[in-house]
């Protein structure tokens, strides 16, 4: 940037001076298009905001065309109208009883592999926010996380930092982790992905939205003062493909202070009870040119501002630099002249430092002065929502043909009782499948006193309202290998994943929301992947008869040019009545029916056996049954209460659903599969989930089963110290395979893994 001070006049004066617009990202069309826009130069100010508020975290220019065909569901969930969607700072569905959830997963991916803790810290911050903008208290955080190979030494320098900056900042924030992922692939080395989540509760009255309106209306700016910390930060960061070597850009990442937010969060959570907010915005990606060109633009269209006045930790920086800055917790609010003294009191109260920045205008232009002199003139809906947008090439790669004929259902798999068992143990205790105690016990779950559910289950559920039980259970899924070999399929799978980990819980999913991960928009075969995946998601939302709420978008993950897996990351909400009618999973006692629900079929390609046994990727994934999963949804919920246990089929199939459900309460099970015992155990069809009954209400399951077209298929009984498995050979003449593994096994098998190589 220039030393002198670089006004609206200046810049009109000297028309051809240069500027550093490519190092801020942009391509020589966008500057173009900015000094059309402008019918000048921009100022450095100016270059500043355009640069970040167009970058591809922010303006969604390559993904954009494929997202809009999102808004064309029905904002009707099962149970009502969708409050808030696409475009607010997050989705707000309405649950009943004059109560409504805001949820929303986003990506804190690039900052995160430059500094594993603060960069995964803020990420739980910035969404936290996102849900208190709407008006919302945050109640939950969840964490679906992808890294390299567990043995290899960078994924030992990232994932403590990762691990620890969740936790650290959650746990202080007061805010339960109730559920999440932690997933390894030789793709993500180098570009782990760290995707968060936040829930928010509030009453439907209380609902606030990100606008300016009402001239005259005063601007204020409060929490954290701004620092130099996060310039140009994820905005910059996350637009751009990674070097072998490290970054290509190594902008600052953010610091959070979470006893800051804390207080940010009780501070707004009174401003809007006092009812002095008009308007509010945080202040995330991009900083102030987002706060203040989103808020004008979605409301009168005008807005003044006072940068001299803006708090500094850091007294030199430039006008561009407080624009671009990310600092954390910071919030602007739009409020009525008569409101700015309470709101300025209610701030002090709790030691939050507010200032007025500026004003509501009807200019239709965004006006930033600093000591007097203009720095900023542009129209804010230019910045904010009318940035490029991109029709970028897709193609699907000539590789994929041969790839999906590259079929796992061809491998040399185990046949006798002695191999079965081994592949089990094998699979119980690989890095995906293993025992995750020594991530998430670095999470406070229970805090607050809400939930009802949290890891290892298979989905998150808080209680809502202490009076009626009503409550939400919350799940994120994907797998990136299936979403490689049909990324169509890839994300419906995802989706029905969620769906089902919520359904096995007892909750009745209500809509999605949607972290979309992916290499380089550049690539033809990623847009490629990136357009399927949508068209899936759309397809699949609109059978299942879910919205999508809203959800982020992050590209350029790649190292070289290397990409990682597509991982379309799908967060599923629902509803459950009263918590304590939840099922959990798990065997809990002797003497209960083992019964598993859905059809089982040969499908084994892009699933954990032939990963883990082979590194085979390749073949078709499982086949997509939608209907079923919405049937099996349905069983579900209705037999709440009549299951005395539940767990989705998915990762490792019915034996890795055996293995965890025997190891919840150390129940053992005997247990005798149908057709082949191999691919009994290790198929990864869908629309399946592993339930427990007693004797007595097996024949009411039996007739709910029948009435929702569910196959039912008792396996077996509880009881005992081991996991006892019968079934049938895959040789020329079936004999009978048994295999028995003691719980005590099975427990040291899949607590060992990760204390093993993290901890050594």
């Known amino acids: 940037m220039t030393s002198a001070l670089d006004t609206v006049a200046v810049a009109a004066s000297d028309p051809d001076r240069t500027q550093p617009w490519a190092e801020l990202g942009l391509k020589e069309d966008e500057y173009a298009r900015i000094r059309e826009i402008l019918g000048r130069r921009p100022t450095s100010s100016e270059l500043a905001m355009y640069s970040v508020m167009w970058s591809e975290h922010c303006s969604y220019k390559s993904s954009k065309v494929h997202l809009k065909q999102f808004g064309e569901l029905s904002q009707e969930t099962p149970v009502g109208k969708m409050l808030a969607g696409i475009g607010e700072n997050a989705g707000v569905i309405d649950i009943g009883h004059g109560y409504a959830v805001t949820f929303k997963v986003e990506s804190h991916n690039h900052p995160s592999y430059v500094e594993p803790y603060q960069g995964a810290a803020t990420g739980i911050g910035g969404i936290v926010r996102d849900i208190l903008a709407m008006g919302a208290r945050p109640v939950a955080v969840m964490d679906p996380l992808r890294f390299g190979p567990l043995d290899a030494p960078d994924t030992h320098r990232v994932l403590p930092g990762i691990v620890a900056g969740v936790g650290g900042y959650g746990n202080c924030l007061g805010l339960p982790n109730i559920g999440g992922e932690a997933v390894f692939d030789a793709s993500y080395a180098g570009n782990p992905l760290v995707n968060a989540l936040c829930v928010g509760v509030l009453r439907h009255e209380d609902l606030h939205l990100a606008k300016a309106s009402g001239v005259g209306n005063q601007v204020i700016l409060y929490g954290a003062r701004t620092g130099g910390d996060g310039i140009g930060g994820v905005s910059v960061l996350a637009s751009e493909t990674f070097s072998e070597d490290g970054p290509a850009k190594r902008p600052s990442v953010q610091v959070g202070d979470p006893f800051m937010e804390k207080l940010l969060i009780e501070c707004t959570l009174e401003l809007f009870a006092a ?56 919030m602007m609010a739009v409020v009525e002249p008569a409101d700015v003294d309470k709101f300025l009191a209610i701030c002090a109260k709790w030691d939050v430092e507010a200032t007025v920045v500026g004003e509501v205008t009807d200019s239709g232009r965004l006006h930033v002065d600093w000591h007097g002199e203009r720095v900023v003139d542009v129209p804010p809906r230019t910045v904010a929502h009318e940035g490029p947008t991109y029709q970028r090439p897709f193609a699907r790669p000539d590789s994929q043909d041969a790839l999906q004929a590259d079929r796992a259902e061809a491998l040399p798999r ?59 259970a919350v799940s994120t899924d994907c797998n990136g290998r299936f979403a490689l070999l049909d990324p169509y399929a890839g994300a419906q799978l995802a989706l029905a994943e969620s769906y089902r980990n919520v359904s096995v819980a007892g909750a009745t999913p209500l809509a999605i929301s949607d972290c979309l991960n992916f290499g380089s928009p550049e690539e033809p075969g990623v847009m490629w992947q990136f357009a399927e995946a949508c068209r899936g998601l759309k397809d699949a939302c609109a059978e299942l008869g879910i919205p999508v709420t809203g959800g982020n978008v992050s590209l350029y993950n790649s190292t070289g040019d290397t990409a990682i897996l597509p991982t379309p990351v799908v967060a599923v909400l629902g509803v459950i009545d009263d918590v304590e009618s939840r099922t959990r999973a798990g065997f809990a006692a002797a003497d209960e029916v083992v019964v598993l629900l859905g059809e089982t079929r040969e499908e084994l390609s892009g699933g954990e056996w032939a990963h883990v046994a082979h590194g085979h990727v390749g073949g078709l994934p499982p086949r997509v049954d939608l209907a079923a999963e919405r049937s099996l949804g349905e069983l579900l919920a209705q037999a709440r209460g009549v299951v005395t246990s539940a767990h989705d ?53 039996q007739e709910l089963a029948e009435r929702h077209g569910v196959p039912l298929t008792q396996l077996g009984a509880t009881g005992g110290d081991s996991l006892v498995i019968a079934g049938l050979s895959q040789t020329a003449a079936p004999e009978s395979v048994t295999f028995s593994i003691p719980v005590s096994e099975l427990r040291e098998t899949w607590t060992s893994t990760l204390p093993a190589i993290l901890d050594a």
């Open 275 to 330: 009812g002095v907010v008009a308007g509010i915005q945080d202040l995330g990606g991009a900083g102030l040119s987002c706060a203040t060109s989103e808020l004008a633009s979605a409301g009168e269209g005008g807005m003044h501002v006072e940068l001299e006045r803006v708090p500094l930790r850091d007294s030199t920086l430039s006008p561009e630099e407080i624009l671009m800055s990310e600092s954390q917790e910071r």
């Open 414 to 472: 185990p046949a006798t009782g002695d191999e079965l068992r081994a592949t089990l143990l094998q699979l119980l205790g690989s890095p995906n499948l293993c025992d995750k105690s020594w991530i998430t016990d670095q999470y406070d779950r229970y805090v607050r006193g809400n939930t009802a559910l949290a890891q290892p289950e298979d989905a998150g559920m808080i209680r809502v309202d202490e009076e009626t039980g009503l409550g939400v």
């Open 649 to 701: 089929l998915s990762d490792g199939g019915l034996a890795q659903a055996l293995a965890e459900s025997v190891l919840r309460h150390g129940v053992g099970a005997t247990v005798a599969v149908p057709g082949d015992a191999f691919v009994s155990l290790f198929s990864e069809s869908v629309a399946r989930a592993l339930v427990t009954v007693t004797v007595d209400d097996l024949p009411r399951l």
